[in-house]
């Protein structure tokens, strides 16, 4: 232990602190929550930080609302009225002023480490998010350009550590400022290998046969997430063939999205769209015989891709961002660039080959097994060690370096 | 639970022959009831408690009669408690969804979108405070014994859940969707309008905003059509 963490630790008086700013965990009248895959990430990283003793508090965009993410763990908020370059200073300035009583700040997405950071902090990349195409409209010009990037730049300087939840974020910020490279560690993210099981007691797993193949899209429904070819090639499947029936589970980031959605998929045959609670979720995927994440872009390492391996399904996933990181084509699932031809064509064929199925499902279940929760807790705590430079009393740390053993041996 | 007055003729029988296929038990306060109301709840076996005011509570005051019924539920031990009107009525999807919305430990709360079918069941209505993609509304409810539950010294619009049920508990938004009914019938519309309008009087001074759209003319009226949900094959 160093001599600033033994001082600091004199002066504490209670349990450690963490402050986490985020952008919107609740949306900004506090009314709103959508789970999607960040949200779940702020629930567990609340939970290891909570066991590990800490006091945690949230931050975000509101205005001055508080409302519980989880017993005992309160969000706060705060108003921010610009985003100038895609980054929120005056949150982050504000957040610092409060962050002058923890022990310890997260900055819960990369940009909002900007302008400046607190000296003990961690920023986590949740993947690359600026690689659609609306996303060059935003900064149009050279000049814009530069300045975004300037900003990005600072964000990723100040924070003690970058925690990745894929390569592909920290290969770029690697090619682009080679002096980043120390910042930076890869923690992808995690999956319940417990909880996500390809066999469980609802008896959910049955295989195709005498029902339809199922074809789950277990994501938001937003355009980046490959939303509408999905919708085009489920249109196309139902009506050629009928025996396939598609599943759109997940929640719009607007209500009117959600009716579009909704009536579409009543007015076409063996297509549902519905969402659930996180708790059944599990039962969701077990029904399931093929899992689409079929993201255009702004994505990482997807928990919904997790959760579909852990469930030994079979998953057909785009090439965005940190998922090939969780599939290696032809190995544990299919990667594909996510046009609607492309799908039609995988989907068709997967459809008439339960063999080709259960073989990608039962890899997919096996490399799952190297991201799971028990793993990605022991890797954040290392690393909050690492940043207060004490260690943490009761975090059972033990060394991680190799990967678990195969399941089964 | 639920309050009932004179819902022989409308929606009654209905929504009981749909809520006995997925709630364990039903309580009913008669609100004076002078038609067969009575007779129909009797007839629900899933109607354990059910009890009738002599005198009309709803019209006098509206929270001693919610908070009546409150104490009647207590009395059966619920996990959770459903808080239903006799003109509303959820999707199919309900029956094979519900005990896995309450079985689990994460809300204690569920809101679902409430859809006003308006004059038919065939429409509902969509404009301003009507739009129910926009609003949730809290039916669902968990239990707990011991604590304290008030209800606000209201006559009238004193909500549905008593004070400690109404604010920050961890809620979960179902899609479930929920038919309301209370307008179906277009002859009704009139006599309902100047029902909820006297009370508004005498609660805020003026009719509100949403009471007065009741009787708007039909060009600024927006429906939409109701479209039956499916039954989840899982």
């Known amino acids: ?409 | 639970m639920m309050v009932v007055y004179n819902e022989a003729a409308r929606f009654l029988a209905r929504v009981l022959a749909d809520l006995e296929q997925w709630v364990d038990q039903i309580v009913v306060l008669d609100d004076a009831s002078t038609d067969g109301t009575g007779d129909i709840c009797r007839a629900c076996r899933r109607v354990v408690l059910y009890e009738r005011n002599r005198e009309n509570m709803f019209s006098t005051h509206e929270a001693r009669l919610r908070e009546k019924l409150w104490r009647m539920v207590e009395t059966v031990r619920p996990d959770w408690i459903l808080a239903i009107d006799a003109d509303e009525i959820f999707e199919p999807r309900m029956r094979h969804e519900a005990r896995s919305l309450v079985e689990q430990d994460y809300y204690d709360a569920v809101e679902f979108r409430m859809f006003d079918l308006w004059g038919s069941e065939e429409y509902y209505r969509c404009d301003g405070q009507w739009n129910p993609w926009s609003r949730f509304s809290r039916l669902l409810v968990r239990y707990r014994p011991g604590r304290g539950y008030t209800w606000p010294d209201l006559p009238v619009h004193c909500g549905r859940w008593p004070l400690e049920l109404r604010g920050g508990l961890p809620v979960y938004y179902s899609d479930i969707r929920v038919k309301h009914l209370g307008w179906v019938r277009s002859e009704d519309h009139l006599a309902k309008y100047l029902f909820y309008r006297e009370r508004d009087i005498r609660m805020y001074g003026r009719p509100s905003e949403h009471t007065e759209s009741v009787m708007a003319p039909p060009s600024r009226v927006q429906l939409e059509r109701w479209r039956e949900g499916k039954v989840l094959p899982l």
């Open chain 1, 1 to 409: 232990m160093n001599a600033t963490a033994t001082a600091r630790r004199k002066l504490r008086t209670g349990p450690r602190t963490v402050g986490i700013l985020t952008t919107n965990h609740f949306s900004p009248d506090g009314n709103r929550v959508v789970y999607g895959g960040a949200e779940r990430y702020a629930l567990e990283l609340s939970r290891l930080l909570v066991d590990l003793g800490f006091r945690v508090e949230w931050w975000q965009i509101g205005t001055g609302w508080q409302r519980e993410l989880m017993p005992g763990v309160l969000v706060r908020s705060m108003p921010a009225p610009d985003a100038p370059y895609q980054t929120l200073p005056q949150l982050n300035q504000l957040f610092n002023e409060r962050a002058v009583a923890y022990d310890l700040a997260i900055y819960f997405v990369v940009f909002l480490a900007y302008p400046s950071a607190v000296e003990r902090s961690i920023a986590i990349s949740h993947g690359i998010y600026w690689d659609y195409p609306g996303f060059d409209a935003l900064n149009p010009t050279a000049r814009d350009r530069e300045e975004w990037l300037r900003r990005l730049w600072i964000a990723l300087s100040g924070p003690r550590k970058i925690v990745s939840v894929d390569t592909a974020f920290i290969q770029w910020a690697n090619a682009t400022w080679p002096g980043l490279a120390h910042r930076f560690e890869y923690i992808p993210n995690f999956v319940d290998l417990e909880v996500f099981a390809p066999d469980g007691p609802d008896g959910a797993a049955t295989e195709a046969g005498r029902r339809p193949v199922r074809i789950l899209f277990p994501r938001r429904l937003t355009g980046v997430r490959g939303l509408n070819e999905m919708a085009r090639a489920a249109e196309i499947l139902t009506a050629a063939r009928d025996d396939v029936e598609f599943h759109f589970v997940g929640r719009a980031h607007d209500d009117k999205l959600e009716k579009e959605v909704l009536e579409w998929a009543l007015a076409h045959d063996r297509i549902y769209y519905y969402w659930k609670p996180p708790h059944e979720m599990p039962r969701v995927y077990r029904a399931m015989d093929i899992v689409v994440i079929p993201s255009r872009s702004s994505e990482g390492t997807a928990l919904s891709c997790l959760e579909a391996m852990a469930a030994g399904k079979a998953v057909v996933a785009s090439y965005a961002g940190g998922l090939p990181n969780l599939i290696i084509h032809g190995y544990n699932g299919i990667l594909v660039r996510p046009t609607v031809e492309n799908l039609v064509t995988v989907l068709d064929d997967l459809a008439s080959r339960p063999d080709v199925r259960a073989t990608l499902g039962a890899r997919a279940r096996e490399v799952a097994t190297c991201f799971s929760l028990q793993v990605w807790r022991r890797r954040w705590t290392r690393l909050l060690e690492e940043v207060l430079g004490e260690p943490l009393e009761g975090s059972g740390i033990t060394a991680e370096l190799a990967p678990p053993p195969p399941a089964g041996t």
